[in-house]
């Protein structure tokens, strides 16, 4: 009944195993990877005509992780999978920036690709399992695919790179010092096609030689793709790439000259009226057959493409005049917004962020319900890009896969530099607004969260700053690595490479490429220009943090402490009752977790020494010899009971009262009076011992005994 293919090999630590020809029989291809227990479904479906009109590449990747893989079951009212998480989304990113500039050229029918996560063993992350299995099920669904590729992830500990490391050790490289790098690498046979990482502050070669390795890893994963296709791919979909190179010269007669002069506009908004322009007048010169034509936008995207790309590579300005390795000019401000915690104008050109910082409690801590389990996040980055940022109008309110993947960019490059929870116990989140964009908002976005979270006095180890890189290549093989790339230049480059970390290395590193990959060499150059262009914008940025750094009168103050364990169930109380107590009387937040680590939260002060001394009289033991100020709550024949400490209660003998005999305590003493006592001990019980007769009650001093 099934006609099934399956391959096999052994990588790294585990057996990677491509299955095909059993499940899902109507997609146009169907591939089950599978990674030690770790398996992900790819389906892929495409459309066998271009819908009339269609000027685009619909391409649409999802990933999805079904809460059964790990035996689990979603949380919420609906106990089912719900909208996509942040990890779901920023795979489908992750998936979708290397395939997509394999398909042939001018090939615009609808594609669809489904990832989904079957078993999850906790130990291989489905991420790069899914990646596989795409590549693999594209490969063999006779859609025009110019692959197979493969990918990795690749730490980096003890100077030794380490090839799919396992998830534990890579779900927080904060707390694993010996871990400095996250790296995910997509590529083909012969280049790399995409880069992702988060980095502990690693050197340009040391970064260049995690891809060079990577990419020589996957090498035997493709063989295995292309092993798989030979006995179960479908003959290839019968595509002819439209030939409409009459109608680019059409295009180019009517409108060259006047798009050249508007690409030599160096500002923005009047650059983009001209072409704008330029575009119009070209168009009424055309018959109604040409305007009709689908392939009229790619002609037009042609004609400017070479204007921008041809002029880069032979003259070395740019459209903004600008050679290619100047950065634009900088303005970095901070101290803003006057009741925030933290704040930050970054501005690069035509480029701005207002970045704002806030300074939260254990309470304000992000809860994640992912597959490996519950955690808690301390640092949270938020990216927002509004249309009016481009000058346009369009949707709003929306955070879409972009916004989540720039934000998710800029928390990668951020969180390297982060102080250790128990130096610096806040929780910390970080908001860009993007203003003004025109090329790499998200560095901008890195820039400004530098400059925002240290105006909110977060102690961070070092500066971050972030730079964007661009490539032209010509045919026969020339090209230019252009500094901070404009929004143009990204659109019709071939690159985005996109920088950021500190003056001792790099943080974090993201690369897309739209053509068929990218040299060492290449990869080598950019990285040691970008270097340059950060140690600039580190320098500019410095001139703003002179005055900065001083904590926020509004920010909450956090003092910790920490108790014995077995105290803990003391300062909760019975229900919470005695934390409820405690928080009420002294107006503070207090949080204490399984470790006995107490965190009191207030921006008053007074409310965290009450809330502390509180805590403090219930886990501390009263010492012997100490002399203690207490209340007499109990006067009986033999003596009286004075509350000394905390909730703690001694007797004082009658006979320890005065230096005279008493015929009662009552002689002397009366409930509520409040006096000073010397703990003398405990007796063979463990009752506490009391002594008033040798502290002299007007000043809690202890009386010399006379020699």
């Known amino acids: ?88 989304t920023l795979t489908s990113r992750l998936i979708d920036r290397p395939i997509r500039p394999l398909f042939a050229p001018g090939f615009k029918n609808e594609v669809l690709v489904i990832c989904t996560v079957l078993s999850h063993d906790l130990v291989n992350d489905p991420d790069m399992v899914a990646m596989i299995a795409a590549s693999a099920a594209l490969t063999i669904s006779g859609a025009p695919f110019m692959g197979p590729i493969a990918a990795c992830r690749v730490g980096f500990e003890d100077g030794e790179y380490i090839l ?55 090498q035997p994963v493709i063989d295995l793709i292309i092993d798989l296709a030979e006995d179960c791919a479908k003959e290839p979909f019968n595509y002819q790439a439209p030939d409409y190179s009459d109608l680019s010269k059409a295009v180019a007669k009517a409108g060259e000259k006047d798009m050249r002069k508007a690409f030599a506009l160096t500002d923005k908004q009047e650059r983009t009226a001209a072409v704008s322009a330029a575009r119009d007048v070209i168009k009424a010169a055309l018959s109604d057959e040409q305007l009709d034509d689908a392939n009229l936008g790619s002609a037009l995207k042609g004609l400017e493409a070479g204007i921008l790309r041809g002029d880069v590579v032979k003259t070395g300005k740019r459209i903004d005049g600008r ?63 509004p249309p009016y940022s481009v000058g346009e109008v369009g949707r709003f309110g929306f955070t879409g896969r972009r916004e989540i993947g720039h934000g998710k960019l800029a928390w990668r490059a951020l969180q390297a530099v982060l102080p250790a929870a128990t130096d610096f116990p806040y929780t910390i989140r970080v908001v860009s607004e993007i203003t003004e964009s025109n090329g790499s908002s998200s560095m901008a976005s890195v820039c400004g969260g530098s400059l925002s979270m240290m105006d909110a006095g977060v102690p961070l180890k070092a500066p971050v700053a972030g730079i964007a890189m661009g ?40 690369m897309d490429i739209k053509i068929a990959g990218i040299t060492p060499e290449i990869m080598g150059k950019a990285l040691a220009q970008a270097k340059d262009a950060r140690l600039h914008i580190l320098g500019e940025m410095n001139k703003a943090l002179s005055d900065t750094a001083e904590f926020s009168v509004h920010a909450p103050r956090i003092e910790t402490m920490q108790v014995p364990t077995d105290k803990i169930r003391e300062v909760i109380g019975s229900g919470g009752k005695v934390i409820r107590e405690i928080v ?47 209340t007499v709550v109990k006067i009986v024949d033999f003596g009286a009971f004075v509350n000394f400490f905390g909730k703690k209660d001694g007797l004082v003998h009658v006979s320890q009262i005065e230096n005279r005999r008493l015929n009662h305590p009552s002689d002397v003493l009366k409930e509520g009076q409040e006096v000073w006592v010397k703990l003398l001990g405990f007796d063979d019980r463990g009752k506490v011992r009391l002594a008033m007769k040798m502290v002299d009650q007007a000043t809690g001093e202890e009386v010399k005994e006379e020699g």
């Open 164 to 218: 799919n490391p396992e998830m534990d050790d890579m779900h927080n490289l904060k707390n694993n010092p010996d871990q400095r790098l996250d790296l995910v690498v997509a590529g083909t046979k012969d280049a790399v096609m995409m880069v992702e990482s988060e980095a502990y502050e690693l050197t340009e070669a040391e970064m260049l030689g995690a891809v060079e390795f990577a990419h020589k890893q996957i």
């Open 1 to 88: 009944m099934f006609k099934e293919t399956k391959k096999s090999m052994q990588w790294g630590e585990e057996t990677l195993t491509l299955e095909s020809g059993k499940v899902a029989r109507q997609a146009d291809g169907s591939v089950i990877a599978t990674l030690g227990e770790t398996s992900v479904m790819a389906n892929v479906t495409f459309a066998k005509s271009q819908k009339p009109g269609q000027d685009f590449f619909p391409l649409t990747v999802h990933y999805g992780e079904k809460y059964y893989a790990a035996g689990k079951i979603p949380g919420g009212f609906f106990k089912r999978e719900a909208r996509p998480t942040e990890k779901e």
């Open 584 to 630: 009420e009387v002294s107006g503070a937040k207090v949080d204490i977790n399984d470790e006995g680590i107490i965190k009191i939260a207030s921006p008053n002060g007074d409310a965290i020494k009450k809330a502390y001394d509180m805590i403090h009289a219930i886990v501390a033991e009263p010492e012997a010899g100490v002399i203690y100020k207490g």
């Open 323 to 385: 050679d290619t390795t100047t950065v634009r000019p900088i303005v970095a401000e901070t101290g803003l917004l006057p009741r925030t915690h933290g704040s930050a104008l970054f501005t690069r050109g035509e480029t701005q962020g207002l970045v704002v910082t806030t300074l939260g409690t254990g309470d304000d801590e992000q809860m994640i319900d992912a597959l490996q389990g519950m955690y808690k996040s301390n640092f949270m980055l938020h990216y927002n890009f």
């Open 471 to 510: 490539l032209i290549m010509q045919d026969d093989g020339e090209y230019a690595i252009l500094t901070d790339i404009l929004g143009d230049e990204d659109h019709l480059g071939d690159m985005d490479f996109k920088v950021a970390g500190t003056e001792g290395g790099i943080t974090s590193l993201q």
